[in-house]
């Protein structure tokens, strides 16, 4: 059992009947009051963020997990098959155990985190940044970054994400996988 100061992003737990991974946390001591921590769960099953406040020293369930890297070889369906890098026995995933499975390229590498109770997988860790390029956009337009303007663009995964003006079709652009949004444009 762990306490509430043990706490941390990534962190997995066992919360009404479900395991939950820890996304943001917060303490707060407040001047008048009991300390509590105030956090943002998601659901590894159904993939649901729900915020919960615990109170300073309650109990909370610790899940150990252990972390492998996973390339991602290609997606059937609303499954997406994986291949550890290590040993090569590969594993299938449903669509929700990924945050962002739209800007997922074939042969990117995750971190997908395994109970080890039951070894099963219970969610995807994507990189902090994917670099794809731009399948569809508006055509660019030459020293137009002084305003902070942006306009759609289709991405070779499918995805849509808000570039500048200046972004055209075929330059790569650095995206930020938790959010989902545009970082930079990266030059080769």
């Not at 769960?41 to 610790?62: P, Q, R, Y």
């Not at 972390?67 to 040993?87: R, S």
């Not at 860790?125 to 994917?130: E, R």
């Not at 942006?150 to 996988?177: Q, R, S, Y």
Request: glycine share 6%; with cysteine; proline share 5%.
């Amino acid at each position: 059992m762990a306490t509430t100061s043990d706490i941390r992003n990534g962190l997995c737990i066992r919360y009404n009947h479900d395991i939950f991974k820890v996304i943001e946390f917060l303490h707060v001591k407040p001047g008048k009051g009991p300390a509590f921590v105030r956090t943002k769960l998601k659901s590894v099953t159904t993939g649901k963020v729900i915020d919960n406040t615990f109170s300073a020293g309650h109990k909370i369930e610790e899940v150990r997990v252990e972390t492998h890297k996973y390339q991602f070889l290609y997606q059937e369906g609303e499954f997406y098959h994986f291949m550890h890098v290590e040993d090569f026995t590969q594993i299938r995933l449903l669509e929700a155990a990924l945050d962002m499975p739209n800007l997922l390229k074939e042969g990117e590498v995750v971190t997908i985190l395994i109970n080890t109770e039951d070894n099963l997988p219970l969610s995807v860790d994507m990189p902090p940044h994917v670099v794809l390029e731009v399948t569809q956009t508006e055509p660019g337009l030459k020293g137009n970054t002084a305003t902070n303007a942006t306009k759609p663009a289709t991405l070779e995964t499918g995805a849509e994400v808000n570039v500048p003006l200046f972004i055209n079709e075929g330059d790569k652009v650095k995206v930020e996988t938790e959010k989902g949004t545009y970082k930079e444009r990266i030059k080769e």
